[in-house]
């Protein structure tokens, strides 16, 4: 079976590649590498394997369709997006022009072609402020900032393609991702955003200190609570996903997550449990955009799919500190 991978020069994307290559899938890569990186690529080769590899841009339709018509694939993973929500807020019309046409075009572009599956990378900041919690699938899609807003519109495409008889789906809503492929593949955003990775510089020396925005959210100790989900349980996820894929017509959706939900300031303290670093923090006012707490309820992944996370908040940590050590 041959996948098409958008944004698999990326973080996720180039790790659920070699694990895709490695259990035996023919795998191609597109990736306009504006956040994804060519040493990232070669990494892949050197861990998992060959595959191909297109440069084009999922903006520029006309490009992407000529690109697309020279080969062949039977399902494709969507990655390929801008990530950072304090960005999408300040520029929501470039996130939507990416993140929704670009998907729109790779939709249009597949459907032509007569492929029929598509997996989804979507997110939690779909629910926004949630109404309950853990929160299941079955939430009210109301996203606080344009990143959310973005996936949103690319799910609610892929409902009208499945109505329409016209592409199969999956759409999967990541909690948090974190860690690395064995400390040789790992977070490497340019800006990075995401607090593990920050946290783990700032205890290097990169930075001063880190700045923790808002203590006073209703929550045990102030700052926000998230879900941390291991890199490789979520790469996993996909397997599992794609192989219900091939068995279902329609679409569905499915939360990636533990279960399990930390502070910030938690999160602060087992970095500092696992790695022995003390890293200085400023707390600063909130960030527009932001959630209290956004922390999955599994239960029909792990029903439907059989699939279960198996690492903890320690094991992230260790695994994201191999790569970072190595940077």
Do not use: C
């Amino acid at each position: 079976m041959t996948i098409l991978i958008t944004g698999g020069a990326g973080y996720i994307g180039s790790i659920t590649a070699a694990k895709l290559i490695q259990s035996g899938y023919k795998v191609i890569i597109l990736d306009n590498l504006e956040k994804g990186h060519q040493e990232t690529l070669d990494q892949i080769k050197q861990v998992a394997g060959d595959f191909e590899f297109i440069k084009v841009d999922l903006r520029d339709k006309e490009k992407l369709e000529l690109a697309l018509g020279e080969v062949d694939f039977d399902a494709v993973i969507h990655f390929a997006a801008y990530i950072e929500v304090g960005r999408s807020v300040k520029e929501p019309k470039e996130f939507m022009e990416n993140n929704f046409g670009g998907a729109k075009n790779l939709i249009e572009v597949i459907v032509k072609k007569g492929v029929k599956k598509f997996l989804f990378s979507s997110t939690a900041a779909v629910y926004g402020h949630p109404e309950e919690l853990p929160i299941p699938e079955t939430a009210k899609l109301k996203p606080i900032n344009p990143y959310g807003e973005s996936k949103v519109r690319v799910e609610k495409l892929l409902e009208k393609y499945a109505d329409f008889g016209k592409l199969d789906s999956i759409r999967l809503r990541y909690f948090n991702p974190a860690g690395s492929l064995n400390g040789l593949i790992g977070e490497k955003h340019e800006p990075e955003t995401h607090l593990i990775p920050l946290i783990l510089k700032a205890g290097k020396g990169e930075r001063d200190k880190l700045y923790i925005f808002g203590n006073d959210y209703e929550t045990k100790d102030g700052t926000p609570i998230r879900d941390y989900i291991h890199i490789m349980d979520l790469v996993e996820a996909h397997i599992f996903a794609l192989k219900h894929l091939e068995k279902i017509s329609g679409t569905d959706v499915f939360n990636v997550g533990t279960g399990t939900g930390y502070t910030v300031k938690e999160v602060f303290e087992t970095v500092k449990e696992v790695t022995r670093l003390d890293v200085p923090y400023e707390i600063v006012e909130r960030r527009e955009g932001d959630s209290k707490e956004l922390v999955a309820d599994p239960s029909k992944i792990e029903a439907v799919l059989g699939w279960k996370a198996q690492y903890n908040l320690r094991d992230i940590i260790q695994s994201a500190w191999e790569f970072e050590k190595t940077q």
